[in-house]
């Protein structure tokens, strides 16, 4: 049986916090067997915000570095970089003409930044789940892994899909939202009821991946608990003490009830500390190898480029079989 196809891709917005790499990169990585994965670096998609340029191309970098050092095989995993395939933004424009404002204008996400960025609210901001689309639907992508805060995006994808689909006839497969377990969402440590997110301007509510183990055993141990002393998994009254054990639990391996059953009597410093080492003992050697390959640029160059190939050719395939049903010349 032919495997499915997976997409999923991050922003090249810096610093990936612990967050993405339990909700994303390491659910793609137990992936990377059972699937035909292809993973990018949403570089376009960063440009909706006001960036530095040469910091937007060295996060690009060092995203691709972090993909590898986190575990992703660039040997199993179409690895690539967003903007070095134009059919991306080719069927992009041509989706644009398939989606309305009225879509778009519900979109949660648009709504969130552009109160965040009021001075900065671009069309390009208000297109983005149009670009998201398009990425996934130039693969047959039958799985996108991502947050449940792009689960919207993935609802008007397929929208998007099925109104093209009943135009023109079969041509984009359906995607489904690949929603991991526990780990889809990781809050902060400060406010456990908001996601652990890298712009948080409050260092001690997110670990970062390229943390010293010092700041991480810092900020555990002042994460935001509760004052039962209990560690006992309720995401309603007890979201701080919750959030620490899906982080373990993660990591090691192990459900709520089993995280309970081990830290019973424990009290909340015991746990802390014993959920600060396991994130140090699994960051050390990621950091190790991502450090090495910052190093090796050449690398890095190698293994995009081999990922841009294989994805252009796929992308490009599907742009063919679009241009050619809506009418543009394309032999
Ligand atoms: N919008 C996604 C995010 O911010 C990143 C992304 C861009 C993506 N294109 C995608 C995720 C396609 C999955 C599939 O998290």
Redesign the pocket.
């Known amino acids: 049986m032919e495997k499915k196809t997976i997409?999923?891709?991050?922003?090249a917005t810096g610093n990936l916090t612990l967050g993405n790499y339990l909700g994303?990169l390491n659910n793609w990585i137990e992936m990377q067997d059972k699937y035909d994965c292809y993973y990018?670096i949403?570089d376009?998609?960063t440009l909706t915000i006001r960036k530095d340029p040469e910091e937007l191309r060295k996060n690009t970098l060092s995203l691709i570095a972090l993909y590898i050092a986190a575990g992703l095989d660039p040997d199993k995993n179409t690895i690539f970089i967003?903007s070095h395939i134009p059919a991306h933004s080719c069927l992009s424009w041509v989706l644009n003409c398939y989606t309305y404002m009225g879509e778009l204008n519900r979109m949660t996400?648009f709504k969130d930044k552009a109160a965040k960025h009021a001075d900065n609210i671009n069309s390009g901001l208000f297109t983005?789940?149009v670009?998201?689309?398009a990425?996934?639907l130039a693969y047959n992508?039958d799985l996108?892994?991502?947050?449940d805060?792009?689960k919207q995006?993935?609802e008007i994808?397929r929208d998007i899909a099925e109104r093209f689909n009943s135009i023109y006839g079969e041509t984009f497969k359906m995607p489904e939202a690949y929603i991991g377990k526990v780990g889809a969402r990781i809050m902060g440590l400060q406010d456990p009821t908001a996601k652990m997110s890298k712009s948080s301007p409050n260092e001690l509510d997110k670990i970062l991946l390229t943390d010293t183990p010092e700041d991480i055993r810092k900020k555990f141990k002042k994460a935001v608990t509760d004052s039962e002393n209990v560690v006992r998994y309720d995401r309603e009254t007890k979201p701080g003490v919750s959030n620490l054990m899906a982080i373990y639990g993660i990591i090691k391996n192990k459900t709520m009830e089993e995280v309970e059953k081990e830290f019973e009597g424990a009290g909340y410093g015991n746990f802390k500390s014993a959920v600060a080492e396991a994130v140090v003992q699994r960051l050390e050697p990621l950091q190790k190898r991502y450090y090495e390959l910052l190093e090796n640029p050449e690398k890095l160059k190698a293994i995009y480029e081999k990922g841009d190939k294989k994805a252009s050719e796929k992308a490009n395939k599907m742009l063919k079989e679009v241009y050619t049903k809506i009418g543009l010349v394309v032999d």
Do not use: E, K, N, R
């Open positions: 997409l999923s891709g991050i922003q994303a990018m949403a376009l998609h967003q996400q983005y789940p670009l998201m689309a990425d996934i992508a996108v892994p991502v947050g805060d792009q995006h993935l994808t």
